[in-house]
């Protein structure tokens, strides 16, 4: 067997100033978020819709006992609604002070990479994109833009929870 090169530790992060991430795929795209916000992944569950909730506000799930508000991220980003199906998943993660759950496609993968691999959002989107999108990761022939959860789901939990 082979020692994978230096230039696939480094993107890799084997270093302790490595971060990790949690990818997923929303439609065609690829996304991820940090893995300190996730706090588990589960499977697709039908939510409860709430009256005058945005529309990209699923609805509510009972996780142990907790209202958990379901943000279809989708939706959310500007791409059309997700039809769901048992193969969807829902990444329950802690967004300030608030757990949310976010309907994605699928859960690609864990990545673990230097800090020097995220690379800003490019000015093309305007303000509305880097509200959304904290970075770009270039990894492995896929570029995976950085969610920033607590822009782009800054008025869910609270819209959800009213």
């Known amino acids: 067997m082979t020692e994978p090169s230096a230039s696939y530790a480094r993107r890799r992060g084997d270093g302790a100033d490595a971060r990790e991430f949690v990818s997923f795929r929303v439609g065609a795209q690829e996304f991820c978020v940090d893995i300190m916000c996730v706090r588990e992944i589960r499977g697709f569950t039908p939510a409860t819709a709430l009256p005058q909730a945005p529309g990209f506000v699923r609805g509510v799930v009972n996780l142990r006992g907790v209202v958990l508000p379901v943000v279809d991220l989708a939706a959310r980003l500007g791409f059309a609604p997700t039809e769901p199906t048992p193969r969807h998943v829902i990444i329950v993660a802690k967004v300030g002070r608030q757990l949310i759950g976010l309907l994605v496609d699928a859960v690609s993968d864990i990545l673990s990479v230097a800090p020097e691999i995220l690379q800003p959002t490019p000015d093309v989107g305007g303000e509305a994109a880097r509200a959304f999108v904290r970075g770009v990761l270039a990894v492995d022939g ?4 950085q969610i920033a959860l607590d822009h782009a789901l800054a008025d ?3 819209e959800a929870a009213a």
């Open 142 to 145: 896929r570029m995976i833009s």
């Open 156 to 158: 869910a939990g609270a």
